[in-house]
């Protein structure tokens, strides 16, 4: 069964950090591509990040370049996401996903196969 729970989640002050943690099981991460998506309350899903398996390449969104980081570690089938500079408009849940299936289509959530449950960040003074 394939799972994905993430962790890490909190209330940080703007201008901290955090890192976030997606646990994945039921597969590995082998050619296959790994996203962080959030919502904001009241507002519509948005594309955070994608790390690839099988290129060399990471996207992120324009509203995290610079301050966020992706990554992935093999050996403990585990997805991250480090988050430094925060502000107030990165108030979200944060969801890990399985995908997109298709190359650089991020923001087509069809194309996600597999969602963790979500974890709470808030930036707040």
């Known amino acids: 069964e394939v799972q994905l729970l993430e962790s890490g989640g909190g209330l940080v002050q703007p201008g901290g950090s955090l890192r976030l943690s997606c646990a994945l099981s039921g597969f590995t991460f082998s050619n296959t591509a790994m996203s962080w998506v959030r919502q904001a309350p009241g507002k519509g899903r948005e594309w955070v990040s994608t790390i690839y398996s099988y290129i060399t390449e990471i996207a992120y969104a324009d509203s995290v370049k610079g301050r966020f980081t992706i990554s992935v570690d093999n050996a403990k089938n585990t997805l991250y996401l480090q988050m430094n500079s925060l502000k107030s408009e990165d108030t979200a849940v944060y969801y890990c996903?399985?995908?997109?299936?298709?190359?650089?289509?991020?923001?087509?959530?069809?194309?996600?196969?597999?969602w963790g449950q979500g974890t709470q960040v808030t930036v707040s003074s």
């Open positions: 996903a399985k995908g997109p299936k298709v190359y650089g289509r991020y923001v087509d959530y069809s194309l996600y196969d597999y």
